[in-house]
């Protein structure tokens, strides 16, 4: 079956004149329109592409690139706002609906925002959510000490930068250990520094070392930490 939201590798099973049908599975064909089919295709042959609903409702496939698939969080511009919700730029045909129930404000056309996109249980279709605290910490930090993990600038603050760590958990960078210009909406690697007793997780953007004379430990968990912290510096 395929996955909403996300990219897929489907075989060909037809070509026609404005597009050709891939095989979706359980026998459901799902169109390619011709203007993203490359020359010299043909039945049999297997296209990465990503998956969502045209304006109709239909399955429909593309080889163009959203700024996001579902499971991830993006900053992305208001489009348009209606009676349904607000509309963001995400870089396919269709805009992509932010449901008023999922604003954490009221959001305002040419404004950008931190959504998360996913795929609605109820309605099958793909939707962003401003509410992207009940997306994160859901799950106990299983990382280890300078293990590299993929971060999003998500806000500047007195002490620090917010950042999301592998779409799963709220990290913070301090200020102090930044030695280059963050913009919000910024992907970068980072490196896990501390897991704190609180599950809170200090993250460093230079990989570290352990400090002379101390150990790190291993609790119940698994976690390589000292006192249920990760011990270390840069």
């Not at 993990?149 to 200020?175: F, P, Q, R, S």
């Amino acid at each position: 079956m395929v996955e909403i939201g996300k990219y897929n590798t489907l075989k060909i099973i037809k070509d026609l004149d404005f597009g050709v049908y891939l095989d979706g599975g359980d026998g459901m064909e799902i169109l390619l329109p011709a203007r993203y089919v490359q020359k010299n295709v043909k039945p049999g042959d297997e296209v990465e592409v990503f998956i969502y609903h045209d304006n109709e409702g239909r399955l429909i496939a593309t080889t163009a690139n959203p700024l996001a698939q579902a499971g991830e969080f993006q900053f992305m511009e208001v489009k348009s706002v209606n009676n349904t919700g607000a509309f963001l730029e995400w870089g396919l045909m269709k805009d992509l609906l932010v449901p008023f129930k999922e604003q954490k404000m009221p959001m305002r056309e040419g404004k950008w925002y931190l959504v998360y996109v996913h795929v609605d249980h109820v309605t099958g279709r793909i939707v962003a959510s401003a509410r992207i605290d009940k997306y994160l910490d859901n799950v106990i930090p299983n990382y280890s000490f300078n293990q590299e993990v993929d971060l999003l600038v998500a806000e500047d603050t007195e002490i620090g930068y917010k950042v999301i760590i592998n779409n799963t958990h709220w990290g913070l960078v301090y200020h102090n250990e930044v030695f280059q210009r963050l913009e919000k909406g910024e992907h970068l690697k980072g490196y896990i520094k501390e897991v704190r007793k609180d599950e809170k997780i200090d993250v460093s953007l230079t990989p570290l070392r352990i400090s002379k004379g101390r150990k790190c430990c291993q609790d119940n968990s698994g976690f390589a930490q000292s006192s249920r912290r990760i011990c270390g510096r840069p």
